[in-house]
Every structure is written in structure tokens, then in C-alpha cells.
């Protein structure tokens, strides 16, 4: 019985010397949701970085809040912050009147360009430059929407109004270039900064172009989107942290 006593001691000796990368997750820490997303949310081994991750990263620790990311699908981290089973947020999602309904927001960490469209370079119907609204109103022109995506409320406007023709699809951006590739859609919406990725990403990188909107509305700001169960002052704490650094 000696032996053994002295063999848990010494065990609980050592234990207490093993680094943190040892130690069990924290089960207070905040669950960020995200999908993989370049430049925005990338896997990188045990880690998450990009423009946003970087951010939400400095945000949370300057916070002193614990978190820890796991990756789904994006129409899946959606249903888990609305059903709000346990206190998690989704890093780098648009503000809409309709999350706002089933979700709390932090400040704005930060600001995307002005939207572009992304299309096949050797379509010549989509100049190097043109006006938004003129695209949207040409109905030969197809464009591809991912399924219950916001491209923003003003974006999301300018779709409602003009009701271009167009290709939903529950794929992720990679896809949908892949099928503009394929002839299947003509263009996409998005930031210069996920178009810029999406293209060095391609097999080809030369057949795609990006296409400036000369009336694009000012680029969508990016925010911490919560379930309803995560504490008003938590969520304080970390705007708190985003003022303090300067994100915007």
C-alpha cells in the first residue's frame, strides 16, 4: 500500500509540471465557430489564422477570454447559434436585421473593400469596370449565390431590387468558381480580399479576373456574432478589447 500511495504522489508530482498543451480544454471557454475561409478563417495544425482570425485571436486574449475554434459548415454554425445549446460565436459574419433576431453582436473588428465580381476572364460581356446595378439588371449574365448567404444589407438590397438571373447553391466559394469555370454561372459576389484568394487558389488561376463595381455600396464590416446564452459582459469585455486595439 506504501508503494502505490507513493507511486500516486509522484504521479500527481509530475502531472503538475506538464505544460499547457497537456492540460484538458477549458469547458468555460467560448466555442468559435467557423468555416474555413481564406484570406478570412484558416486551419493552420491546431490553430486558426487569416485577416479575421488574427484579430478574433488578439481580441479574445486581450479580453482574457477563454475560446477555443472547431470548424463546421457555414449553414451549420448558424442553426447552433440560434438554437444556443451552449454559449458560442461565430467570428467574422455581416450584421442583418434577421440574425438580430436570434443572435447578440459585438462591436465591428473589421471592414471588408467595396464588393467585386468574379468571373471568367475570357467573358467578355463583364468589363474590367462597370456599374453594379447594370450588371445586376443584364439577366443574360447568371450569377451564383451560396443558399441563405448575406452579401450585407445593401448589397442584399441591390439583389432584391434588380432580381438578377441566378444559381443558388449550398456550395462554398471555391465550388461556385469552380462552376463558373464550368461555364455553369457567369459571376460571383464578394470582398477583393476572399476574390484575390479564391483566384490564386484555382487550377488556373489566369482563366479568372476580378471585375471593380464602379457604385459598389462601402465594403461590409465584419462582426462577432453570439448565441443569446453568452453573457452580456463577456461581450463587453471583448468590445472593449476591439476599441482598445483599434480594430474597426
Known sequence: MMKTGRLFA????????????FSAPRTDAIVLLYNERPPYLVSSGSAVTGISADRVNAIFSEAGVAHRWEKFPSKRIMKMIEEG???????????????????KFSSSFRQDSPVVALALRQNTKLGTSMSMRKLLSDRSLALIMKSGYSYGTEVDALIAEYAPHRTDTTLENSDMLRLIGQGAADYMLTA?????????SADHPSDFRMVRLT???????????FS???DDAVIEKLNKAIHKLGYR
Open 228 to 230: 443569446k446564452n453568452v
Open 10 to 21: 509522484y504521479a500527481a508530482l509530475w502531472l503538475s509540471f506538464l505544460p499547457p498543451a
Open 192 to 200: 477583393p480580399e476572399e476574390a484575390e484568394a479564391l483566384i490564386l
Open 85 to 103: 445549446e451552449r454559449p458560442c460565436c461565430a467570428p467574422n459574419w455581416f450584421k442583418t436585421p434577421e440574425r438580430e433576431k436570434f443572435a
Open 215 to 225: 457604385d459598389a455600396p462601402a465594403g461590409n464590416r465584419r462582426y462577432l456574432l
